[in-house]
Every structure is written in structure tokens, then in C-alpha cells.
């Protein structure tokens, strides 16, 4: 095989396995929201680590910590597509059992438009499975790209 031929084989292969990671990485994050939307604490719960943190940066900057538990619950107390919170995933950064990732979103309830922010996602690999650490969260009502 000639060199073209093998850095071709080489960064495809790099690429395919590096794209497989990330999907990985991915399905938490999109399992969580997919949970929300179909109001199923099941799949919510599959998601995070048993000790999980869960906090939002209030508009005043302090940091509020909510309880996964309550959250999971008032997810079961909702109606399917009640929740619809779509993401955008900006960045996805690994090493190792790590992994870091942004993601950009916006918040609707019932269909109407709610309010918009970023979560800033920690995940870890246990037993060969992504599942989510730490979640942090902005929230605001300006500045926000609805998305139809």
C-alpha cells in the first residue's frame, strides 16, 4: 500500500472511531432530554451516576443545587411533550473515562417558548457506559434564537 493509501485508511479510521465515541458520549445527553419529552422517570433515572450533581447558575450568579431525585419525580408528574428542551451540542471533549460537553438550548413548555441557556455536561464511563456526573445550567428569557 503506498503512503496516500495508508494516512487515507489511517485518518478514516481515526475519524469513524473518534465519531463512535462521541455518539457514545452523546446518548445520555440525548436520552435525558428524550425522557423529559416523553415524561419517562425510568430513562431519566438511567442517565445519571447514583451520586449525580444537578445545579443552575440563577440570573443574580449564585448557584443553586436541585436534587436529581426531585428531579426525576416532577418529570413523572408531567405530560408526555409537555417538556421540550432542544439542544445544540457545540463541543465534546474526552479523555479517558471523561468526557466534557456544551450544549446550547432552548426551552419550551406546552409548546410555547420558555427560555434559553447552555448546559455544561460531566460524564464518566462506568462498566463501558457514558453516564452523566455533573450538570450545570444557565437560564434567561433575552437574547434567545427560538428554534421552530
Known sequence: MN????????FST????????NQDVEKPIRNLFLAMKNADPELLQSVFVENAIFQTITKEGTVKTDNVQDFITSI????KNDLDERITIE????????ASVFTPYQFYYKGKFLHCGANSFQLVK????WKIQYLIDTRRK???RETK
Request: overall charge negative; aromatic content about 6%.
Open 76 to 79: 413523572s408528574k408531567v405530560s
Open 142 to 144: 433575552e437574547n434567545c
Open 126 to 129: 462506568q462498566n463501558g457506559e
Open 3 to 10: 503512503k496516500i493509501a495508508s494516512l487515507i485508511v489511517l
Open 91 to 98: 463541543g465534546i471533549h474526552t479523555d479517558g473515562n471523561l
Open 14 to 21: 481515526f475519524c469513524f472511531g473518534q465519531q463512535t465515541q
